[in-house]
């Protein structure tokens, strides 16, 4: 995420009460999600760079997705002013809404105030007042966030100012913790949650919400949307396994795996994205390439959130397979943008394929039979903010 200049300055809620030892205690947070959703932890404090959690506006931030459910609404996680907002941020923006996309800040008192960053949509303004799980935005994929999810972080600062370069500080969250042998209501330090490495990924752990008012049955809302979210997480889970195995019994078996996967989960875009990898790479097999890739195109899948970009690279290469250097020349050059845009996050390997590819078939100079780069991804997500 890119970083901005603000300077600090006290932001206190209306009726609030004046500055003391007790507006000094940062504000204890819910979840930003209605009570009864659940999310993942895909990125979490003190991310090593060059992840976006590695500097000191976002040091203690956390990222919060709900993968393969419909985006929530994110809610206020404690009551508060609304200080600021931005609301003409598009995804892959990196300058209206500084990286952090439409977002709002909510200020808490003692100069705290929240930051709720890349929702699709805003629904308040600066000056509401807004009670704790009061709505906020539609949780959405706007900035640098690569995939739908919301970035949720404490400052202590002038939430009015442009910008966020406001330090994070850490958070207490209370949350149900769903990873246990059972869910467990309790107060956690930001730096204890479980997360992944920024990417959708069964390593982070599902967290749930009682933020405002509670649905009738809440035990079984949690188990619904929990379940949810970890057939998604299972699904990422059984395509490593076969890519894993892939060393053993080659390419091959790998793709006839993931045909027998694709058969039983058709919505599985990751097992589909690696047949089409395989078939490219190892198989030759041009005809089946580009079946797969139609059929992913047409589903216009938004997880996980490093397919989009990666599809660039294999539409590139089957145009370069096909002679068509000008497709070839634009797909390259798209991916290319996306690594710059992202600030290289998406790994110096996909960094690498693009500018190769784009080199290969610059107009001037490309082969007639371009040959393509045997480099692909390892058997593992690229990282993607």
């Known amino acids: 995420m890119l970083l901005v200049?603000?300077?600090?300055?006290?932001?206190?809620?209306?009726?609030?009460?004046?500055?003391?030892?007790?507006?000094?205690?940062?504000?204890?947070?819910?979840?930003?999600?209605?009570?009864?959703?659940?999310?993942?932890?895909?990125?979490g404090n003190r991310s090593p760079a060059p992840r976006s959690h590695a500097y000191p506006n976002t040091l203690f931030a956390l990222d919060l997705s709900t993968p393969s459910e419909d985006p929530p609404m994110i809610v206020a996680a404690a009551r508060g002013v609304v200080a600021s907002v931005e609301t003409q941020a598009t995804p892959r923006e990196s300058v209206v809404g500084y990286g952090f996309g439409n977002h709002v800040k909510l200020a808490h008192g003692g100069g705290y105030f929240t930051l709720y960053a890349h929702l699709a949509t805003v629904h308040v303004k600066p000056g509401d007042?807004?009670?704790?799980?009061?709505?906020?935005?539609?949780?959405?994929?706007?900035?640098?966030?690569?995939?739908?999810h919301v970035h949720l972080s404490l400052h202590r600062g002038d939430g009015a100012r442009p910008g966020v370069e406001a330090p994070a500080v850490p958070m207490t969250i209370r949350a149900w913790d769903l990873d246990g042998p059972a869910p467990v209501l309790r107060a956690i330090e930001s730096e204890r949650f479980v997360c992944a490495a920024s990417v959708v990924s069964s390593d982070g752990h599902l967290y749930g919400s009682d933020n405002g008012r509670a649905p009738v049955d809440l035990a079984t809302e949690l188990g619904r949307h929990g379940a949810a979210v970890a057939r998604n997480l299972v699904s990422h889970d059984k395509v490593e396994e076969i890519l894993r195995a892939s060393g053993q019994g080659g390419a091959r078996e790998a793709r006839t795996k993931l045909d027998a996967l694709v058969a039983r989960e058709?919505?599985?875009?990751?097992?589909?994205?690696?047949?089409?990898?395989?078939?490219?790479?190892?198989?030759?097999?041009?005809?089946?390439?580009?079946?797969?890739?139609?059929?992913?195109?047409?589903?216009?899948?938004?997880?996980?959130?490093?397919?989009?970009?990666?599809?660039?690279?294999?539409l590139g290469?089957?145009?370069?397979?096909?002679?068509?250097?000008?497709?070839?020349?634009?797909?390259?050059?798209?991916?290319?943008?996306?690594?710059?845009?992202?600030?290289?996050?998406?790994?110096?390997?996909?960094?690498?394929?693009?500018?190769?590819?784009?080199?290969?078939?610059?107009?001037a100079d490309a082969p007639r039979h371009a040959r393509i780069d045997a480099g692909a991804p390892a058997a593992r997500r690229p990282e993607y903010p």
Request: with cysteine; glycine share 10%; proline share 9%.
């Open 266 to 314: 058709p919505l599985n875009w990751e097992a589909r994205y690696w047949i089409v990898v395989f078939s490219l790479r190892d198989l030759d097999d041009l005809p089946r390439a580009k079946e797969v890739l139609g059929e992913i195109l047409e589903g216009r899948p938004r997880e996980p959130p490093w397919i989009a970009p990666w599809l660039e690279i294999r």
């Open 129 to 148: 007042l807004v009670e704790e799980g009061a709505p906020l935005g539609l949780m959405g994929d706007t900035g640098l966030a690569g995939n739908p």
């Open 5 to 43: 200049a603000a300077c600090a300055r006290d932001a206190r809620p209306e009726g609030g009460a004046s500055a003391s030892a007790a507006d000094d205690r940062p504000p204890e947070l819910h979840l930003p999600v209605p009570a009864g959703r659940v999310v993942l932890c895909q990125q």
């Open 317 to 363: 290469q089957v145009a370069e397979k096909e002679g068509n250097l000008v497709e070839a020349q634009r797909r390259y050059r798209r991916a290319e943008t996306h690594a710059v845009v992202t600030g290289g996050e998406l790994g110096k390997e996909f960094e690498q394929m693009a500018r190769d590819g784009a080199a290969r078939t610059r107009p």
